[in-house]
Nanobody, 118 residues
Framework: VQLVESGGDLVQPGGSLTLSCKTSGFNLDYYAIGWFRQAPRKEREPVSCISAGDGTTNYADSVKGRFSISRDNAKKTVNLRVNSLKPEDTAVYYC????????????WGQGTLVTVSS
């Protein structure tokens, strides 16, 4: 099982990025995928998630209207489009996979760094 994030970069405030989570070793159809982030000296926090099946999405209040999560099961990829970036969005962003019926995320990627700075 593997999740590999990519797309992190240094961007100016107001900029945009697309973060990708490439999965392998499991059937993505049966897993919810979540994006989390951890800023320096802060605890990891949930950002967004997308369910298996009907693809229901959820967002943290701090990113609603700015971030958008999507999944392509055929490509085994889940993307997080991040728009209107703010300095407080600076963090390492992680994706994680949770199987149907599970209470927690079982598999995690190594993270990709997003730095928002002028």
């Amino acid at each position: 099982v593997q999740l590999v994030e990519s797309g992190g970069d240094l961007v100016q405030p107001g900029g945009s990025l697309t973060l990708s989570c490439k999965t392998s070793g499991f059937n993505l159809d049966y897993y919810a995928i979540g994006w989390f982030r951890q800023a320096p000296r802060k605890e990891r926090e949930p950002v967004s998630c997308i369910s298996a099946g009907d693809g229901t999405t959820n967002y943290a209040d701090s990113v609603k209207g700015r971030f958008s999560i999507s999944r392509d099961n055929a490509k085994k990829t889940v993307n997080l489009r991040v728009n209107s970036l703010k300095p407080e969005d600076t963090a390492v962003y992680y994706c994680a996979a949770k199987p149907l019926g599970a209470a927690s995320y079982d598999f995690w990627g190594q993270g990709t760094l997003v730095t928002v700075s002028s």
